[in-house]
């Protein structure tokens, strides 16, 4: 029963990391994350709100490898990562499962490389035009059960028509992308939904009764003005870059006479699409120099839920999204464990010892066996608000396990990672995200350098990280070297 309060894990952990429990103030929220911080042209398109930012890449690679090598991004969700450190001439790869940022990710690739002017064209010729004039009345957006009704019927009937003008009248498959790319941005400006912390919230407009049926999201735009302004944006910020990259080569052509396009393609990110739990395996051990990444939180955020609009627009199926959402790292409280289908995967590999290696240091994270403890005991006495709390906390550090293994193998001697990651709560009782993650890093053979701190402070020290509701949970970058 002694076991039920303990803290004795945590403590003995946060002993083990206190020194390396640094607040750096250069890293304040808005350098991590997408809100209020000052985004690139190109990331300012879509707002992908767990987003980080360019400049906080920018800033680890220059502080921690200024040569370029090869970088990996193992939930590049819009490709920050991946784009940041290509500009500064990287080799970079990404791993996303969602559709979103996979689209996102894509359509920022042609951008890069499209032809501005003929973009500008096609603007100009859809300017002229009446797109309405293109809505089939056969045409239908694929809704999922929680988008149906989120636009009203002229918006929607304004979004088949524009998608049928694209499919039909623009050849060119990139400036095709980039079209269907502006449409996707808009989908909440045009719609009765806005994305608010863990669900899509209805404005009282929609005449869907969720919530308490008073929220007013204001203006929603139209159709057309909403489309207009996205062309208009993507459009003017495409020609500043041009202008940028120009300057840019000039200045480059002198020194190493090499041509703009050629520095376009050289560093195009590569992408996979799926999990990284099973892409990370494939991948060449010792071959990769930089890992940045923020994987998702164990904060029951779920992508699928948020993103609903943006996925029924890439024609995700009901069934499609069901099976998305079981196959992200577990963070939510419907998502099933993974043990076995990850026995057999490593099994089907010959890589049976490596699964027993894994899935023992998962068993003997003694820290991250003590919360567990804990959250099943408040579990059973009724203290949280849902019960699949303990079996999603279990399982999204039993397959960081997974991730954090592979990362260690497939680093170079002296490789970095980068990692973003928040500390959570569940019924008051603090579950120490940073501590557990490093700690398991540590058994897989990496050496944890910082955990920097974000915003105002260290968070609790160890006398408090028990059960107190109130204290700061620490938001941080973990720093681990190979
Ligand atoms: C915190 S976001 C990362 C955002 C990213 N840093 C950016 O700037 O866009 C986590 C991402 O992990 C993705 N994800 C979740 N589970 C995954 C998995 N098993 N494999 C690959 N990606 C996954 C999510 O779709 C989401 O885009």
Known sequence: MQLISSSNQRNELYEKFK?????NSYLDRTLVSYQGNKQTPFSSWFKYREGFSERLVTYLLQTFKPKPGVLIDPFSGVGSSLFAASALGWQTTGIELLPVGLFATQ??????????????????????????DYYDQFSVFNHLAITRGAFSSI???QLIAYISYCKNIIPNKDINTIFIYAAFCILEDIS????????????????????NGKFNKGEILSFEDAINRKLKQIISDLKSSLVQLNLFSENLLLELATTKSSIVEKTKPKLYEGSCLEILPTIQENSVDFVITSPPYVNRYDYTRTYALELAFLGCSEEKVKSLRQQMLSCTV???GKCNYLEQFYTIRNRHQDFLKIDSTFKNQAALQEVLIVLENYKKQGKLNNDNIVRMVGNYFYEMCFVIYELARILKSGGIVAMVNDNVRYAGEEVPVDLILSDIAESFGLKTRYIWTLGRGKGNSSQQMGNHGRTELRKCVYIWEK
């Open 334 to 336: 419907e998502n099933r």
């Open 107 to 132: 359509a920022r690739i042609i951008a890069q490389k499209i032809d501005v002017e003929l973009l500008n064209l096609e603007i100009t010729k859809f300017k002229q035009i009446n797109f309405q």
């Open 19 to 23: 020194l390396k429990i640094i607040h």
């Open 155 to 157: 918006n929607e009937e």
């Open 192 to 211: 009765y939904t806005r994305k608010d912390g863990q669900y899509l919230r209805w404005d009282n407009r929609s005449g869907r009764s969720k919530g």
